[in-house]
């Protein structure tokens, strides 16, 4: 919610009225396979973990690159770069940080022959 109020601050000065039923039908398809995509997205931290869901986001990633550039033709500049590699790097160690934590949690329990 707060994404769509701060972004629509600059719809006075930007908006631009669909020109045809096409145009129109086109959001509205858009609007509901994103509304489509977050709900599959919730869902699947309902229901599975989250540090087997995380490896998804990097494939989004590689995607929204890989479609820049056939689509638009534009290629990332060094500083997305520097933005993926920091988002790579920080799962990564909470990756690490947790199997660290499970280990000394596991070691630390005492056992039921106890």
């Known amino acids: 919610m707060v994404g769509a109020?701060?972004?629509?601050?600059?719809?006075?000065?930007?908006?631009?009225?669909?020109?045809?039923?096409?145009?129109?039908?086109?959001?509205?398809?858009?609007?509901?396979?994103g509304g489509?995509?977050?709900?599959?997205?919730?869902?699947?931290?309902?229901?599975?973990?989250?540090?087997v869901l995380s490896p998804f986001a990097y494939g989004q990633l590689?995607?929204?690159?890989?479609?820049?550039?056939?689509?638009?033709?534009?290629?990332?500049?060094?500083w997305t770069f520097v933005g993926a590699g920091v988002i790579v790097a920080s799962g990564l160690y909470i990756t690490y940080r947790e199997t660290r934590r499970k280990v000394t949690v596991t070691r630390d329990r005492p056992s039921a022959e106890s």
Request: with cysteine.
């Open 36 to 51: 489509i995509g977050h709900y599959f997205i919730i869902r699947a931290f309902q229901i599975g973990e989250a540090s």
């Open 62 to 78: 590689i995607m929204a690159t890989v479609l820049s550039w056939l689509a638009f033709g534009t290629f990332p500049d060094v």
């Open 5 to 33: 109020v701060l972004s629509s601050i600059v719809v006075p000065f930007d908006w631009v009225t669909p020109r045809s039923a096409l145009d129109l039908g086109l959001f509205c398809l858009l609007g509901l396979i």
